[in-house]
C-alpha cells in the first residue's frame, strides 16, 4: 500500500459537513456528549485555546464550525484567513475531533442538525447576552441541551491582533489553495505550454495612451504656470486594443473589432497592432474622434492628463458593423472590453450580446473599467466570465460600505455571471465559480517590486481568458491572470506581457516556496 506523504491529509479527514456529522452521530440524547463552538477563527490565538481546551473537558466529542469566507460581517477585507485554512488550523488541533465550514449566517441551523449537548460561548456573552446569543439559547434548550461559558481567565481579541500585525500569510494562502484544488505551479507552467490555438475576438474601446516628457524651466513671473521644455512624446495602444495585444502575447488568434475617428491616431493603432499580428477590424466614423489620453510629464512627475474624448453613443450603422463582425468571426472566446467611450451603452449591450451565437463553446468574458463614468458590469448578463474591480464593484451596486465577500456575493448573483474575478488592487483577487457549492477564494497579490500598476488589469483579464480556454478552471485561469498582472504592475508603461516573463516570474516564487517550506 502506498504511504501517504501529504500531511495535510492526516487532518482533512475532520472538516466534516453538518449533514454527515447528524447521521454519525445518531439522534438526540446520546451515551457520548458532544460540544460544539462556533466562531470565525480567524487567526487562532491563546483565548481561542483555553476556550477550545475549557469547550473539551465538559463532554466527550468537541465540534468546532466556523463562519464560511462568504458570511464573515466583520471588517471589509474579513476574512483575513481562508475558510479552508481556517478549518484546517483547527482540524490539526488534537482536542478538536471535528470542524465544520457553515453557510449559514448563524449557527442556529446547525445547532438545530446536529443538537449537540452543549454549546461552548466565550465568557464576554455572558456579561450581557447578545440577542444572538439568546437565541442560540433558546434553540440549544428546545430539546434539552445546555449552553455554557468559559471562565474567560483570558481573553484575546482577533481583530485588535490583525490591526495590531498584519501576518505574513501569503505563502500559507497560496499552498492551501493548491493543496485544495490539487493543482501547483507546475499546472500553470502546464497552461502556458498549451500547444492548442484558441482564438479571440475583441470588441471595446480603443485608446491611445500618449506620455509627453518634458522638464521645468521656470515659473511665469505674473501666474503660477510651470514653464516646461518638451523633450519627447511616447505613444501605446491602450484600452482594448492593449488587452489584444496581451492575448497575441499568450500564443492565440486575436482579432480586434473597434469603433475609431478617421485620424492619425487610428491609423497609428492599426500599423501597431497589424504589426504585432492583431487583425483588425476598424470603421472609421467622421463624426468621431479616437480616443486619446496624453500625460505630461514633468521632471519625472505627472503634472497633468489631456484627455480627447467622445463618449456619445456610436451610430446604428457602428453597432450594426460590430454585430456584423460579431456574428462571422469564428472564436472560442469573445471578450467586451468596456470603458464607456461609446461603444457599450444601454442599447448597444443588448444589440451586440445578443449577435453571439447561442454556443456553448463560446466563452462570454467582459470587463467594465467604468467606475468614474456612467457605466456598471451588471448591464453584461448572463456572462460567463466577468472582471471588474473593487471600486467599480460598489459602484455597479451602489455600495460603499458591505465587506467584500457580501459585495462579490450580491455582485454575482445580479450579474447573473457564471465566474467572477474581484480585482482588489496589492489586496489581490476574490474569485467566486459557483454560489450554490461555495467555490469561492481569496487569492494574494503576486506583485514584488511595484513600479506602475496601469494596465494590471488588462493583462489580468487576458491570460485569465487564455487560462479558462486551456484549462477549463477558474481556479489556474485567475492565478494565471493573477501572475500576469504582478508582471505588469514590475513593468514600467502598458506594454504587453509575454509568456516568458510570467514564467521567469513563477520561478521566482517557486524558490521562494522551496526555501520557506524546505
Not at 509627453?212 to 505613444?235: A, R, W
Request: aromatic share 8%.
Amino acid at each position: 500500500m502506498k504511504k501517504k506523504n501529504n500531511f495535510l491529509d492526516k487532518f482533512n479527514h475532520k472538516i466534516i459537513s453538518a449533514v454527515q456529522l447528524k447521521k454519525l452521530f445518531g439522534p438526540f440524547p446520546r451515551k457520548k456528549k458532544i460540544i460544539m463552538c462556533h466562531g470565525n477563527f480567524d487567526v487562532v490565538h491563546p483565548g481561542h485555546i483555553r476556550h477550545l481546551v475549557f469547550a473539551k473537558s465538559k463532554a466527550d466529542i468537541l465540534v468546532v464550525s466556523i463562519t464560511a469566507d462568504l458570511k464573515i460581517q466583520k471588517g471589509i477585507y474579513r476574512p483575513h484567513v481562508p475558510e479552508r485554512l481556517r478549518a484546517f488550523n483547527l482540524a490539526a488541533l488534537e482536542i478538536v475531533d471535528y470542524v465544520i465550514i457553515d453557510e449559514n449566517k448563524t449557527s442556529i441551523k446547525n445547532i438545530s442538525l446536529i443538537k449537540p449537548d452543549f454549546f461552548a460561548k466565550g465568557f464576554e456573552y455572558s456579561k450581557k447576552i447578545p440577542d444572538e446569543t439568546l437565541k442560540e439559547k433558546k434553540t440549544i434548550e428546545s430539546y434539552g441541551g445546555e449552553i455554557i461559558f468559559s471562565p474567560g481567565d483570558i481573553v484575546y481579541s482577533s481583530t485588535k491582533i490583525i490591526n495590531n500585525q498584519e501576518p505574513d500569510i501569503k505563502t500559507e494562502k497560496i499552498l492551501s489553495i493548491f493543496h485544495e484544488h490539487k493543482i501547483n505551479f507546475k499546472t500553470i507552467k502546464d497552461i502556458l505550454h498549451t500547444k492548442k490555438k484558441f482564438k479571440v475576438h475583441i470588441i471595446g474601446d480603443l485608446i491611445i495612451d500618449q506620455y509627453t516628457n518634458t522638464s521645468i524651466i521656470s515659473h511665469q513671473s505674473k501666474t503660477p504656470t510651470p514653464s516646461v521644455l518638451f523633450e519627447n512624446e511616447v505613444k501605446y495602444v491602450g484600452g482594448a486594443g492593449i488587452v489584444a495585444l496581451h492575448l497575441k502575447k499568450c500564443g492565440m488568434e486575436t482579432v480586434f473589432s473597434s469603433i475609431t475617428g478617421d485620424d492619425k491616431n487610428s491609423k497609428f493603432a492599426e500599423d501597431f497592432l497589424k504589426t504585432n499580428k492583431v487583425k483588425v477590424n476598424f470603421l472609421r466614423d467622421k463624426n468621431r474622434i479616437t480616443t486619446e489620453k496624453n500625460v505630461v510629464i514633468a521632471n519625472d512627475y505627472r503634472m497633468i492628463k489631456i484627455d480627447k474624448v467622445d463618449n456619445t453613443p456610436i451610430s446604428l450603422d457602428s453597432i450594426n458593423f460590430l454585430k456584423e463582425k460579431i456574428k462571422s468571426v469564428k472564436a472560442d472566446a469573445i471578450i467586451f472590453s468596456d470603458f464607456r467611450h461609446g461603444i457599450f451603452n444601454k442599447l448597444s449591450i443588448n444589440d451586440l450580446t445578443s449577435a453571439i451565437k447561442k454556443n456553448k463553446k463560446v466563452l462570454k468574458i467582459a470587463d467594465s473599467q467604468v467606475a468614474s463614468r456612467w457605466g456598471n458590469i451588471c448591464d453584461f448578463k448572463n456572462f460567463d466570465l466577468i472582471t471588474p474591480n473593487e471600486k467599480e464593484a460598489r459602484f455597479s451596486l451602489g455600495d460603499q460600505d458591505s465587506s467584500i465577500s457580501t459585495l462579490t456575493r450580491e455582485l454575482y448573483k445580479k450579474s447573473n455571471c457564471k465566474k467572477l474575478i474581484l480585482k482588489l488592487g496589492l489586496r489581490g483577487t476574490f474569485v467566486v465559480d459557483n454560489l450554490k457549492k461555495s467555490n469561492t477564494f481569496s487569492f494574494p497579490s503576486l506583485t514584488g517590486n511595484l513600479v506602475d500598476p496601469v494596465g494590471a488589469g488588462d493583462a489580468l483579464l487576458a491570460y485569465s481568458t487564455f487560462g479558462l480556454l486551456a484549462a477549463k478552471s477558474i481556479v489556474p485561469a485567475s492565478i494565471l491572470g493573477s501572475l500576469a498582472a504582478a508582471c505588469q504592475c514590475e513593468n514600467d508603461g502598458n506594454s504587453p506581457i509575454d509568456k516568458e516573463t510570467i514564467l521567469k516570474k513563477i520561478e521566482i516564487f517557486e524558490n521562494n516556496l522551496k526555501e520557506r517550506i524546505g
